[in-house]
């Protein structure tokens, strides 16, 4: 998935409301296979690889290592699947 030019890697299972999971230093989505499997049955299980972990590739850019910015890009990936609704 593109967020702002650059190409990072999100696992999507199953249905239901989002339930966001993020993997640790050197981890990557494959870390949540289990929970993965435990939780589509209930949720739409989005799990990111983080730049320079999993499939997503390192960037070249130190911003893109900045905590703002992954929040950011995660409010992005997130929108995309569940975009916002007026009151």
Not at 1 to 10: A, I, Q
Not at 51 to 79: C, E, F, K, M
Request: hydrophobic content about 40%; charged content about 10%.
């Amino acid at each position: 998935m593109k967020v702002n030019g650059f190409n990072y890697h999100v696992s999507i299972n199953g249905s239901g409301d989002p339930l966001l999971l993020l993997h640790g230093f050197t981890g990557s989505s494959a870390s949540w296979e289990a929970a993965i499997a435990a939780f589509s049955p209930h949720f739409t299980v989005i799990a990111p690889d983080l730049p320079g972990h999993g499939q997503t590739p390192i960037s070249p850019y130190n911003q893109h290592y900045d905590i703002n910015a992954i929040a950011r890009v995660l409010w992005r990936i997130l929108r995309r699947f569940y975009p916002c609704q007026p009151h």
